[in-house]
């Protein structure tokens, strides 16, 4: 007889817009798989400036974009063929990032504190701290959620902070 607290395990949560909106701690598991994935994806093996981070959060927590992005490939042309396929896709980012930048920053704040991500300050580069994941089953919108999240993360490392605020219409 399995204990309550396999059951509780083995079930997977589904989460609202809101409950994921909302919640630092998801917001820290997004940022982290961004870095990790910009790091892993970079030429340099270099983590993102600081500032590449406030557009993550609305990318990945708008429910349209966030399924878009996170059906594509890891390939650099990936991100130029999720506008090419829908040019509404981006559209209000600017406002979205400035709406979540009190998230994205206490998601951050929970990275440096428990000691996910690391920040330099000479550099203002972030790096990721340790790659292991643990064993855990998310739910099917979570998992797109962080898909999106590590295909950011490559397509941003070939690209160049000027790049990006042009595709994206976005000033920092």
Known sequence: MASRME?????KIELSEYDIVQNYIIGSHILREFVKFYQ?????????????TMPILPLVL?????FEISKRHYIEGGLMKTIYDDKTLYVGLQNR??????????SLS???????????KNTSRLTIIDEANPNLQY????K??????RRLGAWFAKL???ELTTIFKIKF
């Open 40 to 52: 892993r994806y970079s030429q340099e093996n270099i983590g993102p400036e600081l500032i590449l």
């Open 7 to 11: 059951r509780v395990n083995r079930r």
């Open 139 to 142: 739910a099917e919108n979570y």
């Open 160 to 162: 160049s902070i000027e």
């Open 97 to 106: 990032m400035e709406k979540m930048y009190d998230l994205s920053l206490k």
């Open 110 to 120: 929970m990275c440096f504190s428990s000691g996910l991500l690391n920040y330099d």
């Open 62 to 66: 708008n429910k349209s974009s966030s």
């Open 144 to 149: 797109q959620i962080l898909r999106a999240s």
